[in-house]
T-cell receptor
């Protein structure tokens, strides 16, 4: 069964703190993604990775960085948290399926509040 | 990715089939129809996807019209746990970002 886990379901941090969000998948997937989801704005891609130590910027990378040291783990880092980074953060992973398509599977999400 | 259009909301009685429509009239030949759902405050859950043939898995069936301009997701026996926002997405199936629209809020009632 497909399994993507995220380190926390809820997190409260203060402005200026460094925040680490971790994502782990147990499906041996090559690709991993970080999105944020906000009301009225839908899903927005922050960063993605298609291999260990590889990363690509998504649509809104500013204020974020990522790390992928192992295939199963993809971390999102907020270098200096700000209130406009209060959001639901979603991790996903994907790999080729029988259609030769990449189907993304999501984790449960982390609701981050920055005070 | 092609734009998709879904009804804003629909109700369904528990135990009955739920038929969720989606229009994607500008879908291109290499775009798949994907369905996800999101239960309140949880991550999106993959349901099913297809290119032009009808597909079925343990969760649902996907019926795609011959011209591929529309599709229907069928939940054969809706339960209260199927209450969620359902998203229909046209996506090339290559790795890259997913874009969710507003989706359909489905409420299953006893």
């Amino acid at each position: 069964d497909v399994k993507v886990t995220q380190s926390s379901r809820y997190l409260v941090k203060r402005t200026g703190e460094k925040v680490f969000l971790e994502c782990v998948q147990d499906m041996d997937h090559e690709n991993m993604f970080w999105y944020r989801q906000d009301p009225g704005l839908g899903l927005r891609l922050i960063y993605f990775s298609y291999d260990v130590k590889m990363k690509e910027k998504g649509d809104i990378p500013e204020g974020y960085s990522v790390s992928r040291e192992k295939k199963e783990r993809f971390s999102l880092i907020l270098e200096s948290a700000s209130t406009n980074q209060t959001s639901m953060y979603l991790c996903a992973s994907s790999s080729r399926d029988r259609f030769l398509t990449d189907t993304q599977y999501f984790g449960p999400g982390t609701r981050l509040t920055v005070l | 990715d092609a734009k998709t259009t879904q009804p804003t909301s629909m109700d369904c009685a528990e135990g009955r089939a739920a038929n969720l429509p989606c229009n994607h009239s500008t879908i291109s030949g290499n775009e798949y129809v994907y369905w996800y759902r999101q239960i309140h405050s949880q991550g999106p859950q993959y349901i099913i996807h297809g290119l032009k043939n009808n597909e079925t898995n343990e969760m649902a069936s996907l019926i795609i019209t011959e011209d591929r301009k529309s599709s229907t997701l069928i939940l054969p026996h809706a339960t209260l746990r199927d209450t969620a926002v359902y998203y229909c997405i046209a996506h090339r199936g290559s790795w890259g970002k997913l874009q969710f629209g507003a989706g359909t809020q489905v409420v299953v009632t006893p």
